[in-house]
């Protein structure tokens, strides 16, 4: 066995965190993140602290929150991000061979940001095209951000889904080199809208109990922050009939129970081949696999509502949106007890200096991330986020601990408390009564100690930030609210 093992960080894209686990729903196939379950650790507390695509994976890249590294919206990663300093720069540091395949947001969109190399879902949508095929993948006129229902345009086996998977599988069995240990990043692109699954997965729970989406006591309009109530207008999910959103909620478990499968066969690939530094099969059966000296790390960049408390998308800092599956699976015979199951809090931040520890190295001094192999605990964790436009301001400020949850929304200064022990699904708004008032100045005072020291930019005479209330009506949201049309052409990198 290796002193430094093989690092697969297998990420999806807007997946949930009731997807895996005792929340998942019991019909739900998702066989082979259970058995790196099994083998490893499942995180139950694991949060996007900012729920959005592009500052999730700079989190990802530079072990950084996302109060530390600045990008709070959806902008171009190179503005805080280059070729030094990365989580593939710091690993090649070390001897690895590192590669990126599928899809990785950054901008422009072929820089590496350390990566010896990326494939991208460009490549695939570029390979697609020029086949000749008159099947072409998104040929359904559903947009990136809708939150209905539809089937794939091509067979499973030419989903992007699958290719990845390919991709993925053709990097480890032919194209890395076989005496240097590697770190690939598997990232796949679903279940991201649009929610067309191919056959057999569309199909797959159209008959089965789907749970409805929830609704807490706070979430009717008039009673629900401002901010939140815009939000979910853009998205316009409450429009949408209760029939049609357990159809999204079918959808949406066949895309993920699409990429289980597909993961099924990175597993297959490092199962198959053996140990050591050559891949050549032998006909007697050869001790020891790929797969037993790797790391596997799996997770998801953020949520997505699916029609809980009206909404759809992600960014707001509610669970649906920002508790994230999180499973770490260490490489066979490391003394590591397996099935543990943590409830400690996790951010895609602990990603970086827990891949270079199990490489043998240091994280950088400014990494805000910890090893979670190292079993260091964090007793409070920050969110924030601007949304999807990078120049807007902050629509919340937000803190987690072992119990309660913590949201300041600047516009309107209005706040909501849950105490997410005993209400798990964020049903209560403790903050719209006075029971809890000496909690949430507690908890409002900490969340200032925390911005004040790592975004002091964010502070507003010396606390945080307040705007005015827009004023705009219902009617007038909804006119101005976001179709999620994109065709199939539109900005390649980022078609699901």
């Known amino acids: 066995m290796p002193s430094r093992p093989n690092l697969i960080l297998i990420t999806t894209d807007q997946q949930r965190s009731d997807t895996i686990g005792e929340r998942s729903p019991s019909f739900l196939r998702t066989p082979h993140l259970d058995h790196l379950a099994r083998e490893g650790m499942r995180f139950t507390r694991a949060y996007a602290d900012n729920p959005v695509c592009v500052p999730a994976r700079v989190s990802i890249m530079t072990g950084k929150t996302v109060l530390r590294h600045g990008m709070a919206g959806n902008a171009g990663t190179s503005t805080v991000m280059g070729r030094l300093g990365t989580l593939p720069a710091l690993l090649r540091a070390q001897g690895y061979q590192t590669a990126a395949i599928g899809k990785m947001h950054f901008t422009p969109e072929r820089a590496r940001h350390g990566f010896d190399e990326m494939v991208l879902p460009a490549d695939y949508y570029r390979e697609m095209a020029e086949s000749g095929s008159r099947i072409q993948p998104m040929r359904h006129g559903l947009g990136q951000n809708e939150l209905y229902p539809g089937m794939a345009t091509v067979p499973e086996s030419m989903t992007l889904t699958s290719w990845i998977a390919e991709r993925a599988v053709d990097y480890i069995w032919h194209r890395r080199d076989p005496t240097v240990p590697f770190f690939l990043w598997v990232s796949f692109s679903k279940p991201h809208p649009p929610l067309d699954p191919p056959e057999p997965y569309y199909s ?252 002091a930019h964010l502070i507003e005479d010396d606390d945080l930030p307040v705007r005015q209330l827009q004023g705009d009506t219902t009617n007038e949201r909804r006119a101005r609210g976001y179709p999620a049309f994109h065709h199939e052409h539109f900005d390649v990198d980022v078609r699901h």
């Open 204 to 455: 797959m729970y159209r008959d089965s109990p789907i749970p409805e989406a929830i609704r807490g006591d706070w979430a009717e309009e008039g009673t629900a922050p401002e901010a939140f109530s815009r939000f979910r207008q853009r998205w316009s999910a409450d429009l949408i009939p209760p029939e049609t959103i357990r159809a999204a909620r079918a959808a949406y478990y066949g895309l993920v129970t699409q990429i289980d499968y597909n993961i099924g066969r990175v597993l297959a690939a490092l199962h198959d081949l053996p140990a050591g530094e050559t891949r050549e099969m032998e006909s007697s059966r050869v001790e020891g696999s790929l797969l037993d000296e790797s790391l596997l790390l799996f997770t998801s960049d953020h949520g997505e509502y699916l029609g809980d408390h009206g909404s759809g998308g992600k960014f707001m800092f509610h669970e649906p949106s920002s508790h994230i599956p999180f499973i770490i699976r260490p490489p066979k015979g490391r003394g590591f007890d397996p099935g543990q199951i943590r409830d400690d809090l996790v951010c895609q931040a602990d990603i970086l200096p827990t891949l270079l520890g199990a490489a043998g190295a240091v994280a950088p001094d400014d990494c805000d991330g910890r090893d979670l192999l190292a079993d260091t605990e964090r007793l409070e964790l920050v969110g924030a986020s601007s949304g999807f436009e990078p120049s807007a301001s902050i629509q919340y400020l937000a803190l987690v601990t072992g119990q309660w949850k913590y949201i300041w929304y600047p516009e309107g200064a209005q706040q909501q408390l849950f105490d997410l022990a005993a209400d798990p699904d964020e049903l209560m708004d403790l903050a719209l009564g006075e029971e809890h008032a000496d909690r949430i100045s507690d908890l409002r005072s900490r969340l200032l100690a925390r911005v004040r020291s790592e975004a």
